[in-house]
């Protein structure tokens, strides 16, 4: 049993670029979550898609933005990048038909802006 | 506002011996409370949780105590090894509706040979 994917492992970007960083579920789970983990920090909460429609969102901006696909997978998309957007980034899966508040985590992007 | 409070930062402990986390929430309407543990170029991984209605749960040398009125939860690992050397995150959420997870600031656990 597949648990959470996620690609690529590493990025490196420069200021003002746009990323794309990809999530696949664990088998049975229908809804996702994104966060981001600044080193020596914990996660923060960007934000959770169910259905393909974004159902949460923490204190995030705009240049945040996601998309659910019909087989559960996730992207997490990332305009005109700060130096500051250097992060962990960590995908979780639940289900919501089931115990949405145990989430289990991907390994996570980690992503460089310069 | 820093919803869960977490220390400490960092702790040495040797082989054999009991690590003690603590975590503190504000948010009354948290009821889920895990713990993860992450290893360094990994993501967390879920260790042990409680909910509100039993002071203390136990997996192997794992024991979370919980105190409602206080609002306060302590992770406890019996018997450290060198191979629980890893950092700690307490969180909290809700049950109900789309559960998000706050996490506090980590613990760093170093269990010496």
């Known amino acids: 049993d597949a648990g959470v994917t996620q690609s690529p492992t590493h990025l490196i970007k420069t200021r003002g670029q746009q990323v794309t960083l990809r999530c696949s579920p664990k088998s049975g789970h229908d809804t996702v979550s994104w966060y981001q983990q600044a080193l020596g920090q914990g996660p923060q909460f960007i934000f959770q898609y169910y259905e393909e429609e974004e159902r949460q969102r923490g204190n995030f901006p705009d240049r945040f933005s996601g998309h659910q696909f019909p087989n559960y997978s996730s992207e997490l998309n990332v305009n005109a990048l700060l130096l500051g957007d250097s992060a962990l980034y960590l995908c979780?899966?639940?289900?919501?038909?089931?115990?949405?508040?145990?989430?289990?985590f991907g390994p996570g992007t980690r992503l460089t802006v310069t | 506002q820093q919803q869960v409070k977490q220390s400490p930062q960092s702790l040495i402990v040797q082989k054999g011996g009991i690590s003690i986390i603590n975590c503190a929430y504000e948010?009354?309407?948290?009821?889920?409370f895990p713990w993860y543990q992450q290893f360094p170029g990994k993501g967390p991984a879920l260790l042990i949780a409680?909910?509100?209605?039993?002071s203390e749960k136990k997996e192997g040398r794992f024991t979370i105590s919980f105190n409602k009125s206080a609002k306060q939860f302590s992770l406890h690992i019996m018997d450290s090894q060198p191979g629980d050397s890893a950092t700690y995150f307490c969180a909290a959420t809700t049950q109900s509706g789309y559960s998000t997870l706050t996490f506090g600031k980590g613990t760093m656990l170093l269990v010496s040979p």
């Open positions: 979780a899966s639940s289900s919501l038909g089931g115990v949405t508040y145990e989430q289990y």
């Open positions: 948010n009354t309407a948290f009821d889920y």
């Open positions: 409680i909910r509100p209605d039993v």
